[in-house]
């Protein structure tokens, strides 16, 4: 069973650590995701990676075996949004580290218009302004389900809720300023 002072790791380190454009594209990544550490893509990349074993195994087994576990499967990467509605086993094998890094709560609060940067949603994040149906969440990297996509919102207990906070006021007119140049563009 293990020790339970000492978590069981949840990542698998890069087998080549020092090449450089495995950390061009890490460092890529962990600025346009906003992560805090290399840990964070390591463990998205091993999510990721765990996915297609499963989906790799199941394609060698007969149809009456896999449907069952490739049911699951799809179910699961369809209910986080990962996937879309009528993929198939062979659409699991395509993922990619940004779509599931697209599916973290920080992406999501950012890509909504709630933060002004990315960085600023990991810290409204981390210090509870953020709610997800009521319920506060304080971990930037929690996988949100397609149904609870549209029930984020700020917590009702901070400051931000109110919509004249001068936070608040100055999120929408850098996003209000961000469309207009996407528009221009």
């Given amino acids: 069973m293990g020790d339970p002072k000492k978590p069981k790791k949840k990542y698998e380190s890069p087998r080549f650590p020092w090449r450089a454009d495995i950390l061009q594209e890490?460092?890529?990544?962990?600025?346009?995701?906003?992560?805090?550490?290399?840990?964070?893509?390591?463990?998205?990349?091993?999510?990721?990676?765990?996915?297609?074993?499963?989906?790799?195994?199941?394609?060698?087994?007969?149809?009456?075996?896999?449907r069952k576990q490739e049911e699951q499967l799809l179910n699961r990467l369809?209910?986080?949004?990962?996937?879309h509605e009528t993929a198939v086993l062979d659409n699991v094998l395509d993922l990619t580290v940004e779509d599931i890094l697209e599916r973290r709560l920080q992406t999501i609060v950012f890509r909504k218009g709630m933060a002004k940067t990315i960085y600023q949603a990991r810290q409204l994040i981390t210090h509870g302004h953020i709610a997800i149906g009521g319920r506060r969440v304080t971990?930037?990297?929690?996988?949100?389900?397609?149904?609870?996509?549209?029930?984020?919102?700020?917590?009702?207990?901070?400051?931000?809720?109110?919509p004249d906070h001068p936070a608040r006021q100055a999120i929408t007119v850098t996003a209000q300023a961000g469309r207009r140049r996407e528009g221009e563009e």
């Fill in 26 to 66: 890490e460092l890529k990544l962990l600025g346009q995701y906003g992560l805090r550490n290399k840990r964070e893509l390591w463990r998205t990349k091993t999510l990721l990676s765990k996915f297609r074993s499963i989906a790799r195994a199941l394609i060698g087994k007969s149809p009456e075996e896999r």
């Fill in 78 to 83: 369809k209910k986080y949004g990962i996937i």
């Fill in 139 to 162: 971990v930037p990297g929690y996988l949100v389900k397609r149904e609870e996509e549209n029930q984020i919102t700020y917590a009702q207990k901070s400051p931000l809720a109110n």
